[in-house]
C-alpha cells in the first residue's frame, strides 16, 4: 500500500503561481475554497476573478480568466447557505502539485486565504492536526464581554439574544 505523506492543520501551499499562501487544512470542510474578488461574467460568458483583495500583500490584481466554472450550493459551519462558482486551480501543497477544485468567496474574514478541504485531501494526503506550518493568528480577546456576562447574565443574554433574532430578519 502506498504511504501517503502527512500535512499538519494549517499549510503553505503555491497557487496560480502565488508562492507562500497560508491554507488551513480543514477535514471537516467537504470543499476547498479560495478568497477571490472582482467576480464577473464576461461578454464571451467567461468567469473572471482575481485571487484575494486589495487589502491583502498576496493580491497582484491580475485578472485570471476560465471558460471551465460550475456554481455549487455551499453550507457554512453556522448552517448559512452561499451559491458559489467553483473553478479548478493548479495547486501546490507539500510539495505535490495538481490541479483542485476550489470555490471563489470573500475570506477577508477569515484567519486564511485558502481552505482546503476533503476532496483535495482524499488519497493524497493524511492529516496530522498537530503539525502546523503557519502560526495561527493571536485569539481574539474576550475579556470585555466576559465581564459584560459576569456583571449581569440575565442582561447579556437578554442582549445576545435580541441580536441574534434580528440578524435573521
Known amino acids: ?10 499549510a503553505l501551499v503555491t497557487v ?3 508562492e507562500n499562501v497560508p491554507a488551513k487544512v480543514d477535514t471537516g470542510a467537504d470543499s476547498s475554497s479560495i478568497w477571490a474578488s472582482n467576480i464577473v461574467i464576461n461578454s464571451e460568458n467567461q468567469l473572471e476573478f482575481c ?3 486589495p487589502e491583502s500583500h498576496l493580491y497582484t490584481g491580475e485578472k485570471i480568466t476560465v471558460d471551465d ?4 450550493r455551499v453550507r457554512s459551519s453556522t448552517g448559512e447557505v452561499t451559491i ?4 479548478p486551480l493548479s495547486v501546490q501543497i507539500n510539495g505535490r502539485s495538481m490541479k483542485a477544485k476550489f470555490t471563489l468567496y470573500d475570506r477577508s474574514k477569515n484567519n486564511f486565504p485558502i481552505l482546503i478541504g476533503r476532496k483535495t485531501l482524499k488519497n493524497r494526503f493524511l492529516v496530522d492536526v498537530a503539525q502546523r506550518k503557519v502560526k ?5 480577546d474576550n475579556s470585555d464581554i466576559e465581564a459584560e456576562l459576569a456583571e ?11 441580536l441574534y433574532q434580528n440578524k435573521d430578519r
Open 136 to 140: 495561527s493568528p493571536p485569539k481574539m
Open 152 to 162: 449581569n447574565p440575565q442582561k447579556f443574554h437578554t442582549k445576545l439574544y435580541n
Open 1 to 10: 500500500m502506498r504511504q501517503l505523506p502527512i500535512i499538519g492543520s494549517t
Open 84 to 87: 458559489r462558482y467553483r473553478v
Open 51 to 53: 485571487l484575494f483583495g
Open 16 to 18: 496560480a503561481g502565488i
Open 69 to 72: 466554472y460550475s456554481v455549487q
